[in-house]
C-alpha cells in the first residue's frame, strides 16, 4: 500500500471516528430528553402513564420488525455476527459490507426504537446500541473507502467501529479497547486471558500485603484512600455471579417466560409487566437507572435505600430486552450490580456502602457480560476509584467463575452464534 493511499486510509478513519464521537454525544442527548420526558409525564400523570407504556413497547418492538429486525436488542451479538461471517465469507457469497447488520438503515431504526422504548419507561441503555450505531458508520466509511483501497479489511473496520462506540458511550476510552480484545477479538487472549488475570491478582494482593495499598507517587490529588475490605468483595462477587449468570440465562432462553410468539402480543405482554413494576417502584426502574444510582452514590447514607430496587430492576430489565424493542443492557447492569451492593450495605449496616455500590456493579455486570476487564476498566474510568483496582479485578474474576456454572457460554457470544445457526 502506497503512502498516499495509507494516508487515504487514516484520513477516512479519523473522519469515520470523530463522526461516532459526534453521533454518539447526540444519540445519548436524544436518549436523555426522552427519560426526561418519562419521568415528567409519570409524575404528573402517573395512571396515563402506566396505560401509554405497553402500547409504545408494541410500538417500539413494531419499528424493528417492520424496518429494521437486525436492529433488535442490544446490538453487541449482530456486531459479533457480522465479523464472525466477514471472516468466513466465501467467493459466492455475499460481500460482507452489504450485510444489514450494519447498515445505515438498521441503525437509524436503532435511535428510533431506542428513544420509544426509553420514552416508554423500558429498563434500556444506550451503550449497547451506540456499538452497533458506530460500527454501521464505520461499515459505511468502509464501503466508500473500498473504492480507492480494496484491500481494506472489513472485520478490521466493524471492530474499530465498535471499540470507538464503547469508548464514546460511557467516556471511557480504555474501555473501549478492552471490549474489543476481549468481546470482538476473544481469540488474542483466549485461553490465556484467565492465567493474566489471576497472576495480576495474586501478585497485586501480595505486594498489598507486604508495603499497603500505594501509589508510586503518592497521592497527589489528597484524596483519602478507600479501605480494602476483602469480606465485602468476596460476597459481592458470588452475588454478582449468581445474580449475573442468571440474568444472563434469562435472556439467552426466552422460552422460560412462555412469552406470546406473535411480535405485538409479546412486545404488549412484556409492556404491561414493565409498566406494573415501574408503578410500584414509583418510576425508578424505568430507563438505564443512572439518575436514582448517582443519587445514591453521592449520598451520605443509605438509609432511605428501597431493597426492592435490585429484583425490579432486575425483570424490568429482562422483559424489556425480551419485548423485541431496540435497546441496551449496560448501564441498566450496573444499575443493578450497584443496587446489590447497595443492598448488601444496608442490610449488613456497612459504613463503606460506596465501595460496596461500585463492587457490586463490577460484580453483576461481569457476570452477565462475562468481561472481566471490561468490567473493571468500565467502573473504574467512570467513577475514578483506581485505589480499589484490587478489590475490583477479585470481583470480576470470581463472578466470571460463578457466572459460568449457570451460563457457560458468554451472552453476547451465544446470541450471535444462535442468529448465525438458527
Known amino acids: 500500500m502506497g503512502l498516499r493511499r495509507k494516508t487515504y486510509v487514516q484520513v477516512t478513519i479519523w473522519t469515520a471516528a470523530a463522526l461516532v464521537g459526534g453521533a454518539a454525544v447526540l444519540f445519548a442527548r436524544l436518549v436523555g430528553l426522552m427519560q426526561k420526558g418519562y419521568f415528567a409525564l409519570f409524575t404528573g400523570h402517573p395512571y396515563l402513564m402506566a396505560a401509554g407504556t405497553p402500547l409504545l413497547f408494541v410500538l417500539a418492538t413494531l419499528l424493528v420488525q417492520r424496518f429494521g429486525p437486525d436492529a433488535r436488542g442490544s446490538g453487541i451479538p449482530q456486531v459479533l455476527e457480522a465479523i464472525d461471517r466477514a471472516q468466513e465469507a466465501g467467493k459466492d457469497d455475499p460481500p460482507p459490507w452489504v450485510s444489514s447488520l450494519v447498515s445505515v438503515r438498521t441503525a437509524l431504526v436503532k435511535v428510533l426504537s431506542s428513544a ?9 441503555g444506550r451503550e449497547g446500541p451506540t456499538v452497533q450505531i458506530s460500527a454501521s458508520l464505520f461499515a459505511a466509511f468502509g464501503r466508500f473507502l473500498r473504492k480507492r483501497a480494496p484491500e481494506v479489511d472489513f472485520r478490521t473496520f466493524l471492530t474499530a467501529g465498535a471499540a470507538a462506540g464503547v469508548a464514546a458511550a460511557f467516556n471511557a476510552p480504555l474501555a473501549g479497547i478492552a471490549f474489543a480484545i476481549e468481546e470482538v477479538t476473544e481469540g488474542i487472549l483466549g485461553e490465556f486471558r484467565e492465567m493474566i488475570m489471576l497472576a495480576v491478582i495474586v501478585s497485586g494482593i501480595a505486594a498489598m500485603a507486604l508495603a499497603g495499598n500505594y501509589l508510586y507517587f503518592g497521592h497527589p490529588s489528597l484524596h483519602p484512600q478507600t479501605p480494602i475490605l476483602f469480606p465485602e468483595t468476596l460476597a459481592l462477587a458470588v452475588a454478582g455471579g449468581v445474580a449475573g449468570g442468571a440474568f444472563a ?5 426466552p422460552e422460560i417466560f412462555a412469552l406470546p410468539k406473535e411480535p405485538w402480543r409479546k412486545a404488549l405482554y412484556c409492556g404491561i409487566l414493565c409498566s406494573a413494576l415501574n408503578f410500584f417502584s414509583h418510576g425508578t426502574t424505568g430507563g438505564s437507572g443512572y439518575e436514582i444510582t448517582k ?17 425490579e430492576k432486575f425483570f424490568s430489565t429482562v422483559l424489556s430486552y425480551l419485548s423485541g424493542m431496540a435497546g441496551g443492557i449496560f448501564s441498566p447492569c450496573l444499575s443493578i450490580g450497584a443496587a446489590i451492593g447497595l443492598s448488601f450495605a444496608k442490610i449488613c449496616h456497612l459504613a463503606n456502602f460506596k ?15 462475562q468481561a472481566p476487564l471490561t468490567a473493571v476498566i468500565i467502573v473504574m474510568e467512570m467513577t475514578d476509584e483506581h485505589s480499589l483496582i484490587i478489590p475490583f479485578l477479585v470481583a470480576a474474576y470470581l463472578s466470571r467463575i460463578v457466572a459460568r456454572t449457570i451460563m457457560p457460554t458468554p451472552l453476547y457470544r451465544y446470541l450471535a452464534d444462535r442468529s448465525r445457526t438458527g
Open 116 to 124: 420509544t422504548g426509553t420514552l416508554a419507561g423500558a429498563s434500556i
Open 249 to 253: 440465562r434469562l435472556l439467552a432462553h
Open 295 to 311: 443519587h445514591y452514590l453521592e449520598s451520605e447514607t443509605t438509609g432511605s435505600w428501597p431493597l426492592l430496587f435490585a429484583p
Open 355 to 369: 465501595a460496596c455500590a461500585l463492587l457490586g456493579m463490577v460484580g453483576f455486570f461481569s457476570g452477565v457480560v
